[in-house]
Each structure stands twice: as C-alpha cells, then as structure tokens.
C-alpha cells in the first residue's frame, strides 16, 4: 500500500499558475496527476517515471502544465501556467501502472490521493 498526500490547491483567476505537490509514502516507478471535474470522469492529466522513460500528458494540457520529479523526496510536482477555468477540477496524485513498451500510464492507476481542488475563474 502507498499513502499519497497532496497539496496546492487553490483559487486563481484564468491565466494565473499554480503548483501541486504529493508525497508519497515509498517510491514506486510512476507518479502522476489525475482530475476530475463536476459531472465528467477522471482523466489523467500527466505522468512520469521515476527512473528513464517518457513523460506523457493529455492533450488539453500540453504547453501550459509541467510535471517534475525530486526523486530523493519521494515527491511529485505539477506546475499549472495560463489556467482556463475547464482546468477546474479536484486533482488527485496517482501511481500510474507501468507496462513493458507502453511506460507509465494516463488511463490505469494502483494508488489514489485524497484530491486537492483546482478552482480557476474567469
């Protein structure tokens, strides 16, 4: 078992940043971010592995979110720039599943976090 804590979240307007942060209780080859807004499914928003490998984000996201590791911390990091007010969502920290050829994935996860809310007017 992995307990996963977040924390970030926040209020901003359209246009503004905001950093995530989730440490987790042991390392584990993947670390990731995942939303869920009011009424739609959670959806993997990016995902990197702990050792070599590919990073991957959802479309809606590329450009303006970064993903970023501090190994040593057991810590995963997502940097929101130009925030639009669909990034609204409650964010949770995940450890993806990893498979052979495939790498870290946006669609299964073994761990959740407990969520942190994402609130972006405009």
């Known amino acids: 078992q992995v307990q996963l804590v977040e924390s970030g979240g926040g209020s901003v307007q359209a246009g503004g940043s905001l950093r995530l942060s989730c440490v987790a209780s042991?390392?584990?080859?993947?670390m990731g971010w995942f939303r869920q807004a009011p009424g739609k499914e959670r959806e993997g928003v990016a995902v990197?592995?702990?050792?070599?490998?590919?990073?991957y984000y959802a479309d809606s996201v590329k450009g303006r979110f970064t993903i970023s590791l501090d190994n040593a911390k057991n810590t995963v990091y997502l940097q929101m720039n130009s925030l639009k007010p669909e990034d609204t969502a409650m964010y949770y920290c995940?450890?993806?599943?990893?498979?052979w050829g495939a790498g870290c994935s946006l669609l299964s996860v073994n761990y959740w976090g407990q969520g942190t809310q994402v609130t972006v007017s405009s």
């Open positions: 042991a390392a584990r080859t993947c």
């Open positions: 995940a450890i993806p599943k990893w498979t």
């Open positions: 990197i592995p702990t050792g070599t490998g590919s990073t």
